[in-house]
């Protein structure tokens, strides 16, 4: 396959105007999957899943349901998850290509102009909860295998659709699990983004509790205990000391700048009139792909324990909660990138730019089993015009077609025979 748009002009042309003309049935698919709620946390999106497989058997296709054990996800913190798995098998000879969306998002928040799982359409968008970030990309990935299948050319190789459930939760128990079990090995994959960017690659995480420990004590007498939160002002200071040197180190990736550090949440203490014996940081330090996560790891634990050194009756407990390595490009990234972006260039009429992000995602999981990974999905210019995560988060229905037609010309690229 050439870097250019490989796929025949006749070829193209039947694709887009099978996604033209079934664009409607594709944004009635879209509010049906808003209007189920998906709230992470609490994180009962079984039910979801299951209308997905619903829908797909309701068109003839063969899914399979991975319910993650109840035991597993009462540990993880969330109530239920079935990912999905449809493989779409052709001819044999040809690769086998991942197209990965998340169907949990973070609960909808204040300031909601309109019902987020209305599903409304209104000034040429559809607004609700994950109609960007990512059940738009549900639709997106069904409706372009569908176009392929339609457009009456040979193929060869196979698609998989994984419809998760976690990505909010980091993945482990979406895109993770499956992998790690051995249920899919694909050999591309390519996950929901949410802007005409092709992501190439993005910010490993990771996040830390950090228990300082001290003795609890009357107001009056400060003296007789230890004072927790004036041993966990010292981290905070070296916290956000250390967070603006980060600014100096400096990615060569596009879209991506700088590693940060923040403490994103704080608890301790009994009562106004209690020396506080306890107190709770919650730190995010970001990654960038340059950086080695193990040892960025070990410069926070020595630094937070550096901080308190020699304060009488304080301890400190730091514990890691979370570590989501970077995406990096693999070879063979390239094939996907290229496709994508000359497509991209040729249905939106302007440079598709190839880059990097500062968030993370379940790209990632795919990535570290070996598998070249891009993210592409139905979105704006940029990830904060969609309002994602947002009240009133929206997806342009001009744009959730361009990427549909988008993804049907890879497809073609890498599986018409």
Not at 154 to 161: S, T
Not at 268 to 292: Q, S
Request: proline share 6%; hydrophobic share 45%.
């Amino acid at each position: 396959m050439n870097a250019a748009v490989s796929t025949a002009g006749p070829v193209l042309a039947r694709l887009h105007a099978w996604v033209d003309a079934h664009f409607d049935e594709q944004v009635a698919l879209l509010r049906r999957l808003v209007a189920i709620p998906t709230d992470t946390p609490p994180g009962d999106n079984a039910p979801h899943a299951e209308a997905v497989a619903a829908t797909l058997e309701g068109w003839g296709w063969e899914v399979e349901r991975h319910a993650v054990p109840a035991d597993e996800m009462r540990a993880y913190g969330m109530r239920s998850i079935t990912n999905l798995i449809v493989r779409r098998r052709y001819a044999p000879g040809g690769p086998v290509i991942a197209l990965n969306a998340h169907g949990d998002v973070v609960p909808p928040g204040e300031g909601w102009t309109r019902d987020p799982y209305g599903g409304e359409v209104a000034d040429g968008c559809l607004y609700g909860r994950a109609s960007a970030v990512s059940k738009s990309d549900f639709t997106t990935y069904l409706h372009a295998v569908r176009a392929l299948e339609a457009a009456g050319v040979p193929l060869k190789g196979a698609i998989e659709l994984h419809f998760t459930y976690d990505e909010e939760f980091g993945g482990l128990k979406g895109p993770g699990w499956l992998l790690e079990r051995g249920l899919t090995r694909p050999d591309y994959a390519v996950c929901a983004s949410f802007s005409h960017a092709v992501v190439t690659a993005h910010n490993g995480c990771l996040q830390f509790e950090v228990v300082v420990k001290g003795k609890a004590t009357h107001g009056s007498a400060p003296e007789t205990g230890h004072d927790a939160l004036q041993a966990a002002t010292r981290i905070l200071a070296e916290v956000y000391r250390r967070a603006a040197a980060l600014r100096e180190v400096r990615s060569d990736i596009e879209g991506i700048t700088s590693p940060t550090m923040i403490v994103g949440r704080i608890d301790g203490g009994t009562h106004t009139n209690v020396v506080p014996g306890r107190v709770t940081l919650k730190m995010d330090r970001r990654l960038i792909p340059e950086e080695d996560p193990s040892v960025v790891e070990a410069q926070v634990r020595a630094f937070v324990q550096a901080a308190v050194e020699g304060l009488p009756g304080i301890t400190v407990e730091i514990s890691r909660l979370l570590l989501a390595r970077a995406l990096r490009p693999l070879p063979g990234h390239e094939k996907l990138a290229a496709s994508l972006r000359a497509h991209a260039q040729a249905v939106f009429g302007e440079a598709i730019a190839a880059v990097g992000t500062p968030l993370y995602a379940d790209a990632r999981l795919y990535a570290e089993h070996g598998i070249p990974t891009v993210m592409y999905g139905a979105g704006p210019r940029t990830v904060l015009e969609s309002r994602a995560k947002q009240a009133d988060e929206r997806v342009a229905l001009s744009d959730l077609k361009g990427a549909t037609q988008v993804v049907a010309g890879m497809l073609a690229d890498f599986l018409a025979a």
